[in-house]
């Protein structure tokens, strides 16, 4: 074996055993939120029971397992989040130029803000718009009994959808960044992301059009943000090229 290739090797190994480490924070940090959301589980749970106003019910003893695990991991996984991205951006951060590792330093905060406003904005459409809803169908025809497995299954399906969807704008600005898309490419494409963005409105939704235009209002608001953003990416991007090129020519 040569020795470019011996070099190679050892690069590539290098750099698994630096993601395998940053792997390694990033679990241990799951683990220690997971406890923590583990030891507060009833103050949670207390929270989320208070709001809704009546007392869930559970058919086993494996539901009490399972609201554990459920709530304990969904603290954990938003707890985590920032400490993912900050593992990655630093594995990554070797190849960065100053300029691009300020600039996506910045989109780790963001990131974590985003998904926890996208989880509260769902929350809120959940316990003031559908929840409502479904309720005021029964009309005193059956006798309201929720279990505790169906209620937050249903609550996670609802909420983890919109903590997803509003991250579109980070992703927008990192693919806008990359020159993969460009602003003019998001407008061309608005109809069509409309109508897409509508659709989910629809499924984490009864069917009812009134809640279905409430829900997709706000994600259509946060694609506009997103191409705004979108544009002060791009305009950002071509005056580095021009300050690049000129001091190239120079």
């Given amino acids: 074996m040569s020795t470019s290739e011996n070099g190679k090797e050892m690069n590539i190994v290098g750099h698994l055993s630096e993601l395998r480490n940053r792997l390694m924070i990033t679990g241990v940090a799951f683990i220690g939120f997971f406890i ?3 030891i507060y589980i009833k103050e949670i749970y207390q929270f989320f029971e208070h709001d ?3 007392q869930l019910t ?6 009490i397992v399972w609201i554990y695990f459920s709530i304990a991991g969904l603290i954990a996984i938003v707890a985590t989040l920032p400490v993912l991205s900050l593992q990655l951006w ?7 130029t100053k300029p691009e590792r300020r600039t996506s330093l910045s989109y780790i905060p963001a990131i974590f803000l ?3 406003l996208g989880l509260v904005f769902g929350y809120f459409m959940f316990i003031k718009l559908i929840l409502p809803f479904l309720l005021s169908l029964n009309d005193g025809m059956f006798n309201e009994l929720f279990t505790v497995e169906k209620y937050f299954r249903f609550l996670f399906q609802v909420t ?3 903590a ?3 991250e579109i704008p980070i992703i927008i600005m990192f693919l806008t960044s990359l020159g993969i898309i460009t602003p003019t490419f998001l407008r061309k494409m608005r109809k069509y992301a409309y109508f897409i963005l509508l659709i989910v409105g629809a499924l984490v939704t009864p069917p009812d059009i009134v809640l279905q235009i409430a829900v997709a209002i706000p994600l259509f608001i946060l694609y506009e943000i997103s ?3 979108s544009v002060i990416v791009y305009r950002k991007k071509i005056r580095r090229h021009k300050e690049y090129m000129e001091n190239g020519v120079s």
């Fill in 36 to 38: 923590l959301g583990f």
């Fill in 52 to 54: 809704i106003g009546f």
């Fill in 58 to 63: 559970i058919t086993s003893p494996g539901d």
């Fill in 90 to 96: 630093l594995f990554i951060k070797p190849g960065l």
């Fill in 114 to 116: 985003l998904f926890v």
């Fill in 160 to 162: 983890i959808p919109f």
């Fill in 164 to 166: 997803i969807l509003f």
């Fill in 227 to 229: 191409i705004y953003l």
